[in-house]
């Protein structure tokens, strides 16, 4: 067989098992164990031999990052089905209450993550680039129905819900955060006796800001390009 024949056949029905099995172990035995867990446990947990483990993820980092890639697509994914089962406003509700879950069941597992995010700025802009697509369009959703004022962008509702998890490791958080959501959430409900004029102004005021940032992101690709052409000269 060819080399290019190797490099593009589909993994086996079986590999393609044993590497979610090891990633559902490694989030699990990470969580309990923290970053510093062993991979053997990992391992012993998924079912599978070290040598499998490692001819999937040849590093710890490897792990790491194939975990995180998984949390991330998983809250992308959950974004897609509220769309279609849930009212635009408590779809976002429920998202943005998953995520607070998210970071309450990983305990030791979120020093992994951050670790992998860390060490990779490629995975990072991946990371936040999928959560603020799927945020959008569960925000997007609402503010179409008229359901929440519209001057508020996806980076904003990320970086609210990461202001409100920051303090994750105080006693009784989640319960207090998952509060602090819905008070966020029902703070940007557009209430009936809400005059136009505000209306109108909060979207000036939005495409004003959309027009600002779309400027910087230019300026900033042109800033890079003009870089990587003087690094390559």
Sequence with gaps: MRQSDKSTRKPRADAVRNRERVLEA??????????????????????VGIGTLYRHFPTREALFEAVYRREVQQLADLAERLKQEARPIDALRQWMRSNVKFVATKKGMSAALALAAY??????????????RAVAALLERAVATG??????????????????????DQPGWQTNVLRLVDVFIDGLRIRPDTPRSKIKQNKTKQSKTKQSKTKQSKTKQS???????????
Excluded: W
Excluded at 119 to 132: A, G, I, P, R, V
Excluded at 223 to 233: E, Y
């Design 26 to 47: 490694a989030k699990s035995v990470f969580s309990t164990g923290g970053a510093e867990a062993s991979l053997e446990a990992v391992a012993r947990a998924a079912g």
């Design 119 to 132: 060490k990779n700025s490629e995975l990072f802009s991946y990371s936040f680039d999928q959560l603020t």
């Design 147 to 168: 359901e929440i004022r519209d001057d508020i962008s996806p980076e904003d509702l990320l970086r609210a819900l990461v202001g409100m998890c920051y303090m994750h």
């Design 223 to 233: 800033k890079s390009a003009v870089m990587a052409t003087a690094r390559a000269g």
